[in-house]
């Protein structure tokens, strides 16, 4: 099994679009019992409350629900357990280097860093769900190319 932690600041914006959007596309390609995929902050600031309305709005234009899903923080302990710790920007890796003490096993790989590079832009920040949801879907389907998964 592939166990995949999405992260980023809040755990209310980026990372759950990740979470649901990968588990959408495994899902449809029947592959979904291949994977552990969740969603984690590097922030305390959201932890409990629920996914931002606009990743719910985004979601749920492609058919993708999130019903359930509560912001909770990486732990040191989740480096252990993911194959794959994936953050959606610069800020976040730093981040995370901060909780986990070091990457000495290689797992931290942005998200975009399977397609296009770059950061991930913070929608909670600029608004534009619209780029984030491109930019994430992007970088799903070059994690699972990565992976060995066709679309």
Same mark, same amino acid.
């Given at each position: 099994?592939?166990?995949? +932690?999405?992260?980023?600041h %809040?755990?209310?914006?980026?990372s759950?679009?990740?979470?649901f959007?990968?588990k959408? +596309?495994?899902?449809?390609?029947g592959?979904?019992?291949?994977?552990?995929?969740?969603?984690s902050?590097?922030?305390?600031?959201?932890? &409990?409350?629920?996914?931002?309305?606009?990743?719910?709005?985004?979601?749920?234009?492609?058919?993708?629900?999130?019903?359930?899903?509560v912001?909770?923080?990486l732990t040191?302990?989740?480096?252990?357990?993911?194959?794959?710790?994936i953050?959606m920007?610069?800020?976040?890796?730093?981040?995370?280097?901060r909780i986990?003490?070091?990457?000495?096993?290689?797992?931290?790989?942005?998200?975009?860093d399977?397609?296009? &590079?770059g950061?991930?832009a913070?929608?909670?920040?600029t %608004?534009?769900?619209?780029?984030?949801?491109?930019?994430?879907?992007?970088?799903?389907? %070059?994690?699972?190319?990565h992976? %060995?998964?066709?679309?």
């Amino acid at each position: 099994m592939i166990k995949i +932690m999405f992260v980023c600041h %809040g755990n209310i914006c980026r990372s759950p679009m990740a979470e649901f959007v990968l588990k959408d +596309m495994v899902q449809k390609i029947g592959k979904e019992a291949d994977f552990d995929i969740k969603s984690s902050a590097t922030s305390r600031e959201e932890i &409990g409350n629920p996914v931002h309305h606009g990743t719910k709005k985004k979601l749920k234009e492609y058919g993708i629900s999130c019903e359930g899903k509560v912001a909770v923080q990486l732990t040191k302990k989740d480096y252990e357990t993911y194959d794959y710790i994936i953050p959606m920007d610069t800020m976040n890796v730093r981040n995370i280097n901060r909780i986990i003490g070091s990457d000495y096993l290689g797992k931290i790989k942005k998200l975009l860093d399977f397609s296009s &590079g770059g950061d991930i832009a913070d929608p909670w920040y600029t %608004g534009n769900f619209d780029d984030t949801y491109r930019d994430v879907v992007a970088g799903c389907k %070059g994690l699972l190319k990565h992976l %060995g998964y066709d679309q």
